[in-house]
């Protein structure tokens, strides 16, 4: 976006931040992708929505699905409703986000436990994916 007032608030250059030192990526282990983890994070302020499906790399078959709805920090109680009613009223799934969003930070652990579950979080290896690669849409 090359907005000026949304450029002065927001930095996109991940490159300045971003120091890579061949020594310490000589350290890591190679990742054989197995498995895609197609992640289709909702909201506009904050996530609210946190899906993710396991697809097996081979056959494009899908393993599991994670979905959690994640109550944000940052937006009014007035903000939430209002959004919630109107991206979940329609569907009648609305009063289920309220009775189940839960902190992000919840959500994170409950997401990494699920990936251990499938053999695809290292833990012993500092917290990394094994065998599966993050993708977008």
Known sequence: MDD???LEKFSHDCSRDLQVNAADAEHKCSQEIDFFLVLDLEGKVEILE???LIIDAKTLAVIDFFHRFVKPTKMSEQAINK???GKYGKFGVDR?????ALPFKEV???FE???TQHHLWGKDLGGCLTRAAFVTW
């Open 113 to 115: 436990a699920w990936l």
């Open 50 to 52: 946190f899906p993710v």
């Open 108 to 110: 994170l652990q409950q």
């Open 96 to 100: 289920v986000w309220h009775d189940t």
């Open 4 to 6: 000026p007032a949304h």
């Open 83 to 85: 959004y919630i009613e």
